[in-house]
């Protein structure tokens, strides 16, 4: 008999660990993180999204341009 069970994990990523972290850090203020600004504290959050974004916009702009020298 074989059991085909699937598991899914459902644990947290390490942007969000990392931010939760800092978050913790900058509320306590705890070391050196108390006296980052708050766009730094939620940069886990928010820099993979723009990285993804960017390399979206410069694929485009090359389809665009391999498209429009044909």
Known sequence: MSDNQ???STGISISTALFLIFL??????IGQV?????????A???IPVV???SV???AAVIVV???NSK
């Open 65 to 67: 341009i391999a498209n």
């Open 24 to 29: 913790v850090l900058k509320l306590a203020e």
């Open 56 to 58: 979206l916009l410069i």
């Open 44 to 46: 886990p959050l928010w």
């Open 34 to 42: 108390a006296t980052w600004s708050w766009w730094w504290v939620t």
């Open 51 to 53: 990285v993804v974004v």
């Open 6 to 8: 699937k598991s899914t």
